[in-house]
């Protein structure tokens, strides 16, 4: 049985900073690309940060570019979303996504973790 498990989330002021982390089990990490997707009230999930299953290639959405770091370490199985400079527009929940395909998109992805919410307060 696979599982995907997301933690790390929190209430921070802006400005501030979060680490998210992913651990999965029942499959195997290093052969996936892993990515994380954030969904806030009323809108569309939405891409913010992917990592090839290597680790040599990664992708940023234009609104989190140069403030957010995605990392992966293969031997923990486990995945990584370093956030700073945070804003009140990145309020929302964060989803860790499991892909076996590169680019990654909604469509590619094969299992979702169960969501942590981040709010930022102003």
């Known amino acids: 049985q696979v599982r995907v498990v997301e933690s790390g989330g929190d209430s921070v002021q802006a400005g501030g900073s979060l680490r998210l982390s992913c651990t999965t089990s029942?499959?195997?990490?290093?052969?996936?690309?892993m990515g994380w997707f954030r969904q806030a009230p009323g809108k569309e999930r939405e891409g913010a940060a992917f990592?090839?299953?290597?680790?040599?290639?990664?992708y940023y959405a234009d609104s989190v570019q140069g403030r957010f770091t995605v990392s992966r370490d293969n031997a923990r199985n486990t995945l990584y979303l370093q956030m700073n400079s945070l804003q009140p527009e990145d309020t929302a929940v964060y989803y860790c996504?499991?892909?076996?395909?590169?680019?990654?998109?909604?469509?590619?992805?094969?299992?979702w973790g169960q969501g942590t919410q981040v709010t930022v307060s102003s």
């Open positions: 029942g499959l195997t990490f290093r052969a996936f690309a």
């Open positions: 996504a499991v892909s076996a395909g590169w680019p990654m998109n909604v469509g590619s992805v094969a299992f």
């Open positions: 990592i090839h299953w290597d680790g040599r290639k990664t």
